[in-house]
């Protein structure tokens, strides 16, 4: 199995708890060695974080699917927030765990179930899928993907021209998804825009 983190002590920190003589474990710092290592090893399991750069773990999370669809794949984040659980749940994650909730026996619980061929979400996912409800939770989803990219780099002061270059898509395409995240959000300009991006855990 794989932890995948953009984060070395919280790769590290989650491959040590998981380690056990019955169980293989390699860490993965970017998506690009993930699927390296998918490549390479049999991977069964996937623990994937969904805020990673530049390539985010949601977006991994479709990769993997797509090339390797027998891994089982589990989302870690360190928000517990609608949107996040949403968009893993779009993605078809097997289970999901809050980071900031991580103990030994959760993941070996976690693993042990996804190979059993069932789900694992921790009490407090379930608790915000129960009260919100699956549906709702899709609804309330204020970025895709490609949107979280694009949010990315304009918090870094990128141009429209800039992000198309970095994702290989045109100017216009950009423009295209800002205007569309700005109406979501009510923004009205980018600023407003990464602002309240930043201040409802989005990003």
């Known amino acids: 199995m794989i932890v995948v983190d953009d984060h070395e002590f919280v ?22 060695h993930a699927l390296t290592l998918c490549k390479a090893y049999a991977v069964d399991v996937a623990f994937i974080d969904a805020r990673m750069q530049p390539i985010s773990g949601i977006r991994l999370i479709g990769m993997i699917h797509k090339k390797y669809p027998a891994v089982k794949i589990v989302g870690m984040t360190t928000f517990n927030e609608e949107a996040t659980i949403a968009e893993f749940i779009k993605a078809g994650v097997v289970g999901f765990l809050a980071k900031g909730k991580l103990n030994k026996p959760a993941l070996l619980n976690c693993v042990h179930a996804v190979l059993a061929g069932e789900t694992f979400f921790s009490l407090e996912v379930k608790k915000i899928m129960a009260d919100v409800g699956t549906k709702q939770l899709l609804a309330n989803t204020h970025l895709s993907v490609r949107e979280y990219e694009i949010a990315v780099s304009l918090s870094k002061g990128n141009s ?30 980018s600023n407003e825009l990464v602002s309240f991006l930043h201040r409802n855990g989005l990003m």
Do not use: C, F, R, W
Request: avoid cysteine; glycine fraction near 6%; charged fraction near 30%.
């Open 11 to 32: 790769v590290n920190a989650v491959a040590d708890l998981l380690h056990s003589p019955a169980l293989d474990v390699y860490v993965a710092e970017s998506a690009e």
């Open 160 to 189: 429209a021209k800039e992000i198309g270059d970095q994702l290989g898509i045109s100017k216009n395409t950009v423009d295209d998804y800002k205007k569309t995240m700005m109406e979501k959000t009510g923004a009205k300009n």
